[in-house]
């Protein structure tokens, strides 16, 4: 309890400077948005622009004019902006410890390793919940002037759950990579260049067909915010997938940092 | 029972040695030295006992207990002095000690401001704006504040002033009278001869030798230099002497034995100068390696 309230003391800072990071993302977002709203010249530009670059930028199942289909093109930016931050924290969390060599202060107390880590991956996933609340909060917010229906806070309530899902795989593979990697400057880096590559993978699998098994492969096509939308529900292939990759780096998390040697 | 035992302890980092086959003991209520120069392994050694590193081969144990698999126990009885201290740096001193307490069952707090206080410890500023000296006292607070039975110290002393290392040492000195057993790193010989009841040396990973205090002493070389008008080389071609070196009508030497003998021989001689020292510690080791 005493390792997880101070890190969470210490991880304030950061999950302020990220919530406001989303809330200025959404303002913005907003702002355009009140240019598009109920504009059917808006939907004329769009139909006129390529299929392909609208796959891209993942606009093809929305309509843009409206509330829902500016959240779900707000998704895909919000699920970036969250997973960096979740990859950080739970990479940071861990290799900051041996980066500011504290380690031979905190690991020389009586606790255990395992200990250690459950307690900070508990803080990083409070910040990860603070952060996924401060996205809900401004989207509801933000879209309350626009009087959407109930079917976009069931949607924006999907979206959230799928954000939450993205978080927690991306907080798993961070708090890993700080656990097992030997070069623990790198971890922070590692995770959001992962997390980038497989970011681009999901935009190039939605350009190709023939790409489309790369689908599997990045947790950003897990949950397509066209299918939430059409669907109202998350698809429980991935949802299991997401949980076997969150399951599988968490114990490989706790092994290797029970074996390994501390770097100070 | 040995509180601290280890077996052949080895440890390389990849090709890097660490420590080759190390054993020794160290028994209930004593201050044992460990001396070597920098690079020789001592913090290697201590970040194994804390199960911080795990050794390539061999083991160790405190209390009777493996120190791998009991570590997270056995550290509740163990206080840690590292040769330097890194804490968070953005907290208060005072926070920082509290936040150390929580993490043991007994109530430290009288401790830790006996200690603060004996330690001049500014309490109320943050740890990022004390100078290396001033986080050396927090981390001998930090290290002491839960009345730890076994201590490792790394190379305490650097850093501290003259004046703070005099209390230091009466504070080890007293924690030692109460029964602490305690485990004392240095390069400095000196500190390690005042304190310490036996010593191990390490060189380049290897303890070279384990020894009581006293019969290093009597056993240790000293270090003479004579300086006396149309002196030869030759005068002091005793038993004992070696690394005999002459200029300038002074006689250089080291001299292992008993020392009446080169007193008598200098009493015959009417010198300019003459000092009697007692060698530093890389001379030692240069004769260790003889």
Known sequence: MN????????????????????????????????????????????????????????????NLTTVTGFFGIMFTYFALLLSIAAAMWGSDIISKEERDKTVEFSLTLPVTRSRLVTAKALAALVNCVGLLLITWGVSLAGAAKYQPDREFYRFL?????????MQLIFLAIG?????????????????????????????????????????????????????????????????????????????????????????? | MSVIEANHLTKYYGKARGIIDVSFQVEEGEIFGFIGPNGAGK??????????????????????????????????????????????ERMKVIDLLKYSA?????????????????????????IEDLSYGNKKKVGIVQGLLHQPKLLFLDEPTAGLDPLM??????????????????????????EVQRLCNRVGIIK????????????????????VRVEAPGLDAAYFDLPGVTNLEFHNSTVRFFYKGDINAVMRKIGELTVSDVT???????????????
């Open chain 2, 204 to 223: 380049e990973g290897r303890v070279i030798e384990i020894a009581d205090i006293r019969t290093l002493q009597q056993n240790n070389y000293k270090k």
């Open chain 1, 3 to 62: 390792i997880l309230v101070r890190e969470l003391k210490a991880n304030l800072r950061s999950l302020l400077i990220w919530g406001a990071i989303v809330i200025l993302f959404t303002v913005l977002g907003l702002s355009k948005f009140s240019a598009y709203a109920g504009n059917p010249e808006m939907l004329a530009v769009l139909d006129a622009m390529p299929p392909a670059m609208l796959a891209a930028l993942n606009m093809q199942a929305f």
């Open chain 2, 165 to 190: 290392q005099r209390k230091f040492f009466q504070l080890i000195r007293e924690e030692n009278q109460r029964g602490v057993t305690v485990f004392f790193s240095s390069h400095i010989l000196g």
């Open chain 2, 102 to 126: 929580s993490f043991y069952d007994r109530d430290c707090t009288q401790r830790m401001y006996e200690l603060a206080e004996l330690m001049e410890l500014e309490l109320h500023r943050r």
């Open chain 1, 157 to 165: 309530g999907l979206c959230m759950l799928a954000l939450f899902i």
């Open chain 1, 175 to 264: 708090i890993f990579l700080g656990c097992a990697m030997k070069r623990y400057r790198r971890a922070s880096s590692v995770a959001v260049s992962l997390l980038l590559g497989t970011y681009f993978l999901s935009v190039l699998s939605s350009l190709d067909q023939d790409l489309d098994w790369l689908k599997y492969v990045t947790p950003f096509k897990y949950f397509d915010p066209g299918m939430l939308l059409r669907e109202s529900r998350l698809d429980l292939t991935f949802v299991g997938l997401s949980l076997a990759i969150i399951l599988m780096s968490m114990v490989g998390a706790y092994l290797t940092y029970n074996r390994r040697d501390l770097y100070i």
């Open chain 2, 43 to 88: 913090s290697t050694t201590i970040r194994l006992f804390l199960s911080l590193i795990y050794p390539t081969s061999g083991s160790a144990t405190i209390f009777g207990k493996d120190c791998i698999k009991y570590g997270p126990e056995l550290r509740r009885d163990i206080g840690y002095l590292p040769s330097d201290v890194f804490y968070y």
């Open chain 2, 276 to 290: 009697i020292e007692e060698p530093t510690l890389e001379e030692i080791f240069m004769h260790y390696y003889e």
